[in-house]
């Protein structure tokens, strides 16, 4: 099978990602083999192969927004944990990998249904190879069921930009009617507007893309701008998905007292030493850590009932450098997805 392999991180305009023949993979104790259709490309991926984040072992195949169909099972695993009774999942299924391969299932967290804080969590594409790959390998509890309802392109985008933007959403605190402010207009937050209208909220995007602010004005936003300038109105909550510290100041400096301000992102820039004025009169600052299975579960049924449209540019697999590029530049609307199968 072919798949794209980092052995060295370097700056992706150096093509860092090579295509290699590899032997299809065998499924282990619990796991699914997967016949890849489609993987969405992250901002998570560009950080790995530049190097800005460390996988425990290189080389290694990124990807982890992948949907494909299931073609082989390996040897049960014993009895799980209740936590991760999951339905029956059979040959010819449609399903999606997310960034959370695994946990432990037995710690704490696990225990109460917040596995993605597990200490022993492993990653999509970054503990175990990835779906820029004809095939890959998954932990059967934890891949999610397609519905018929989403076409692969549809779906891809979903399983990271769409499953950890909901959960960021749900930690800002956001009530219906209330006034967001979105920071950064790539992927994630595409599919966020869509949801915080089915909300009846008003949103205001912040991004220094004219093409990305004129994107957001086509999805919606009541405002778009660059984080320079000011929202029409004060903010009541704010999600922050560009990786750059010091927006955490201006997302203050933007919200209401009492208002909330959420970190998307697995990497970002230091953030700079601020007066203490900035998150004075009760503002609270949270990140996010990547997503629960409970929260992809109810984003795919929101992405349905809500109408969500990921806004896709589709790449043939053995393009993934360009596609990463591209993302690099800020060249495309809404997210990049490789064509596997």
């Known amino acids: 099978m072919k798949a794209f ?30 016949k890849v259709m489609m993987c969405g490309v992250c901002h998570t991926d560009l950080h790995l192969a530049e190097g800005e984040i460390h996988p425990p072992e290189l080389p290694i195949t990124p990807g982890h927004q992948v949907v494909g169909i299931i073609d082989a099972f390996g ?52 503990h175990s190879d990835g779906g820029f790959a004809e095939y890959m390998l998954a932990d059967s509890r934890f891949v999610l069921p ?102 955490v100041i201006r997302a203050l400096e933007c919200v209401r007292p009492g208002g909330t301000v959420a970190i998307n992102a697995i990497h970002m820039s230091d953030i700079p030493s601020f007066a203490y004025n900035k998150i004075y009169g009760e503002r609270t600052l949270r990140s996010v850590a990547n997503a629960t299975y409970q929260d992809g579960e109810e984003f795919l049924a929101l992405a349905i009932s809500a109408g969500i449209q990921s806004t896709v540019n589709v790449y043939p697999l053995n393009e993934a450098n360009r596609a990463l590029q591209d993302l690099k530049a800020s060249r495309f609307n809404g997210e990049a997805i490789l064509k596997v199968n």
């Open 75 to 126: 040897p049960p695993l014993p009895t799980p944990p209740q936590s991760y009774s999951r339905g029956n999942l059979q040959i010819g299924q449609r399903v999606g990998v997310p960034w959370l391969y695994s946990t432990c299932g037995t710690c704490e967290y696990c225990q109460k249904g917040r596995e993605n804080l597990c200490p022993d969590a492993r990653f999509t594409g970054f």
């Open 5 to 34: 392999r980092l052995h060295t991180p370097s700056i992706i305009e150096d093509n860092p990602l090579r295509l290699e023949d590899m032997p299809l993979p065998k499924p282990g104790l619990g796991q699914v083999r997967i």
């Open 146 to 247: 397609i519905p018929e309802a989403l076409s692969f392109e549809q779906a891809a985008p979903l399983l990271c930009a769409g499953i950890v933007g909901y959960r960021s959403l749900r930690k800002a605190d956001i009530l219906p009617g209330e006034q967001v402010g979105l920071f950064g207009f790539g992927a994630s937050a595409h599919l966020c507007i869509q949801v915080l209208h089915h909300w009846g909220c008003k949103v205001s995007v912040f991004t220094r893309s004219f093409t990305h602010q004129e994107h957001a004005r086509q999805l919606g936003a009541v405002w778009s701008g660059s984080a320079g300038q000011n929202p029409a109105v004060p903010l009541d909550r704010a999600v922050i998905f560009a990786p750059t510290g010091a927006l």
